[in-house]
């Protein structure tokens, strides 16, 4: 048997003690792409007036030119964020106050606050508990009269199950919003995430695979939807007169509009998406060939869809490696395991976030002014479920089940996969000790 020092938990010494690279591949091409755009003297191309200059600079149109041929769609809208896209992509839809917008409660908080920014309404659809994406019996459970769209999450780069979603969403005519923030490039049985929706949104913030600093972008193939996000995006009621579009409600123009430095470094960063992914799906991979021999203590993720266990042609991403830890394998709870990893100076951590609508904004319903606008209105006289508990797989993940990491990234390599290894290792070592002193 392998000899472990005393656990870190415990005064020892920790396994590691450096700080993990940043993520980011930034070089030379973004520095060099920068400094051609300073030269240049243009830092935006955008003016809120008719005419070229309203749909952005050379280097925004070069990079919607790029997500336009990636993903087969006929419009691509770069903007300032994702959460920027999702609430222009929930704006072009033309919906009404108080309409419904069905949506996972287990995401970045701005998957659902987009809807509420349209004074529409989230109504929270319980997650796959081994998958962590929108259930999609769930989501049928949760449509009524008011139901207008479905937002859903490819979360943590592992693609939704868009096949039921796209049947159910077709039988009750409802429109589809993709937030594929954590999942560039992934794909659902052969076919790339993001060219499901009739909208979808791209993220390129500071932690994303790429990144601009800030910035996003919407995809859409409906010529109406992808103008009025253009509209949003730069004080559209101001030209209303001269873009002819059918429906004019809902353009409130704001400004979401994306630099030519962000977009230049978009194009460069773009560049490296195919070779991040590559590493990045390796080393989880690898992590995942290393969890096996705990047998039934994690629940690992598939590499391919669910069901067929890779042969499906999907592909998972791993923006954040995801597993569920069986706390009956070891008689202590998820929170004290990873107590113990990240003492040793490891990067686990549990549950992800906490389930949307346990976020004050729901539990007193206060987005607009105290009258519980618009989850309560004269708009929508349904009742909504934002109780504590209203998504039981969800909470049971963030609670008891869920792990993740961002360890499977770039440019980590197996060593640092060994190292997490040798930490698990080393925690169940030293259960006896933990559960007399915890
Ligand atoms: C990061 C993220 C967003 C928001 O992206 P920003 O560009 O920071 O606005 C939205 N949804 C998901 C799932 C995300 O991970």
Not at 8 to 26: D, H
Not at 244 to 251: D, T
Not at 381 to 407: F, R
Request: aromatic share 10%; hydrophobic share 35%; net charge positive.
């Amino acid at each position: 048997m392998k000899k472990f020092d005393k656990l870190a938990l415990f005064g020892g010494k920790k396994i590691r003690n450096k700080p993990y690279k940043p993520p980011q591949m930034i070089d030379q091409k973004e520095k060099k792409a920068v400094m051609r755009v300073l030269d240049s003297k243009e830092l935006s191309g955008f003016l809120a007036s008719p005419g070229k200059k309203f749909f952005g600079g050379k280097k925004v149109q070069e990079l919607e030119k790029i997500f336009r041929h990636t993903y087969k769609v006929k419009h691509a809208i770069a903007i300032q964020s994702a959460t920027a896209g999702l609430h222009a992509a929930v704006a072009s839809l033309d919906l009404e106050p108080g309409d419904e917008v069905i949506v996972t409660p287990y995401s970045m908080i701005a998957t659902a606050t987009s809807i509420v920014m349209h004074n529409c309404i989230p109504v929270f659809a319980d997650v796959d508990i081994n998958t962590y994406n929108i259930c999609p019996l769930s989501i049928e459970s949760k449509i009524t009269k008011k139901t207008k769209a479905i937002m859903l999450v490819h979360l943590f780069g592992y693609p939704a199950e868009m096949r039921e979603i796209m049947r159910i969403a077709k039988k009750h005519n409802l429109k589809i919003i993709e937030d594929c923030a954590q999942a560039p490039e992934a794909y659902y049985e052969g076919k790339i995430v993001g060219a499901f929706g009739d909208l979808s949104v791209f993220s390129f913030n500071q932690n994303k695979t790429i990144t601009t600093g800030e910035g996003g972008v919407v995809l859409t193939n409906d010529d109406e939807l992808a103008l009025r996000c253009k509209l949003i995006r730069n004080h559209g009621e101001v030209v209303l007169d001269n873009y002819k579009i059918k429906k004019i409600s809902g353009i409130i123009g704001y400004n979401y509009r994306m630099t030519e430095i962000e977009a230049t470094i978009g194009v460069e960063q773009y560049k490296k998406l195919k070779s991040l992914n590559k590493w990045n799906i390796n080393l989880a991979n690898y992590l995942t060939k290393k969890l096996k021999k705990f047998g039934n203590l994690f629940y690992l993720p598939a590499n391919g869809c669910d069901k067929c266990k890779g042969n499906c042609k999907s592909r998972h991403v791993y923006f954040i490696y995801p597993f569920k830890f069986n706390s009956a394998i070891t008689g202590i709870h998820r929170d004290v395991f990873i107590k113990a990893l990240q003492a040793e100076g490891l990067p686990v951590f549990g549950g992800y976030v906490r389930p949307l609508y346990h976020e004050k904004m729901y539990q007193s319903l206060t987005a607009y002014g105290s009258r519980g606008f618009p989850f309560k209105s004269e708009f929508n006289s349904n009742k909504q479920n934002y109780d504590i508990g209203a998504c039981p797989n969800c909470e049971e993940l963030y609670k008891n089940l869920l792990i993740t990491t961002p360890i499977c990234k770039y440019p980590n390599t197996k060593k640092e996969i060994d190292e997490l290894i040798f930490g698990i290792e080393k925690v169940l070592a030293n259960l006896d000790e933990i559960k007399k002193k915890i």
